[in-house]
């Protein structure tokens, strides 16, 4: 089956995002505002308290993966946890969720993506949920000088155990210099590779740079990638790849729903804390607003 062609490159420019946090977003940029069914691709860098305090979302999962550092993240059913280096956290906002995210406070610096993926218009109102998983419980493939992380989807013969509503892979792959590797895609999805660290060559002939996305045509089942021989470091990429839900996206922010009505529903329910938005008794922000006092604190801009 044939190869996938390279349709766009989009360069991750970093941007504000929440309070005091750079991203370089790269899926729901100017460029490229959405890659049916991604919403949103975020590389974050920065140290705590500069993160995303206390904020809603409804109608999709987002997918947090630590690179370095640790992240902490707290809900308003009091559900909270540490995501450390390698660690995952697949999340189903679903109906409803409140949270803070926000940079572990004696971390350091701190690295790490998150991509929102949108939820069929029949899946939107489900119960939130997590999946998290360790780094040491992301099953892993090794072939000829190339390694996967396979936090979704398949790859070299290796599943991963979490659920996506929205059939999705997420794959972390390393490949030294000189080595090279081939992943199957399923037809008729969208796909991308984002470099985190060095170059990859993308069917022997496009270069992909740092901080980068390879956008890929849907006609196609296979990506190739390698690591030039002359080159200096492993490089590391993600390969998201999902299925294009094709329904329509009526978005605010961190409201994604199919239609005005829902939408304006949505801000009623958050409005009065129902339908899933609804706070556990006695619940208050920790996390969130003690890294929100803190940067009043040290008089930073917002
Ligand atoms: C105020 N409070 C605006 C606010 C906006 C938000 C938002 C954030 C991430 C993210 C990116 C990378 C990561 C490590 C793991 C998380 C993102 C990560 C995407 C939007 C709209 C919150 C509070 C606010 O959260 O965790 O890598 N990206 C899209 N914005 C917010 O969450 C104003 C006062
Ligand atoms: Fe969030």
């Known amino acids: 089956m044939a190869l996938k062609s390279v349709d766009q490159i989009v360069v991750g420019n970093e941007q504000s995002e929440g309070v005091g946090a750079r991203v370089r977003r ?37 997918v947090s993966y630590l690179l ?26 679903g109906r409803g969720i409140v949270h803070s995210e926000i940079p572990g406070k004696n971390a350091g610096p701190v690295w790490g993506l ?51 509503l929205t059939p999705a892979y997420y794959l972390d792959f390393t490949i030294e210099p000189g080595c090279s590797f081939t992943q199957d895609v399923p037809q008729g999805w969208n796909s991308s590779l984002y470099v985190v660290q060095g170059s990859v060559t993308i069917n022997s002939a496009k270069k992909v740079n740092v ?41 605010h922010g961190p409201f994604v729903l199919t239609n005005e009505e829902d939408l304006m529903k949505t801000f009623d329910d958050y409005q009065k804390g129902k339908n899933g938005f609804e706070k556990a008794p006695g619940w208050k922000s920790k996390q969130g607003t003690e890294a929100l006092k803190a940067r009043g604190k040290q008089g930073r801009d917002l």
């Open 26 to 62: 790269t899926i729901g940029s100017y460029s490229l505002r959405r890659l049916d069914p991604f919403l949103f691709l975020d590389e974050f860098k920065g140290e705590w308290p500069n993160g995303f305090p206390d904020h809603p979302h409804r109608g999709f999962e987002t």
């Open 211 to 251: 901080h980068e996305l390879a956008v890929f045509s849907i006609d196609g089942t296979k990506i190739s990638m390698s690591n030039a021989a002359t080159s200096s470091e492993p490089v590391k990429l993600i390969l998201i790849a999902g299925q294009p839900l094709n329904e329509p996206v009526v978005q």
């Open 68 to 93: 370095k550092g640790a992240f902490q993240h707290e809900d308003f059913t009091g559900a909270a946890g540490l995501l450390e280096a390698g660690d995952v956290q697949w999340m189903t906002a």
């Open 114 to 164: 998150q991509l929102w993926v949108n939820l069929k218009a029949k899946d939107k109102m489900v119960e939130p949920r997590y999946q998290e998983k360790k780094a040491k419980n992301i099953p892993r493939g090794e072939k000829d000088g190339v390694s996967v992380a396979v936090i979704a989807g398949e790859s070299m013969g290796v599943k991963s155990p979490v659920q996506t």
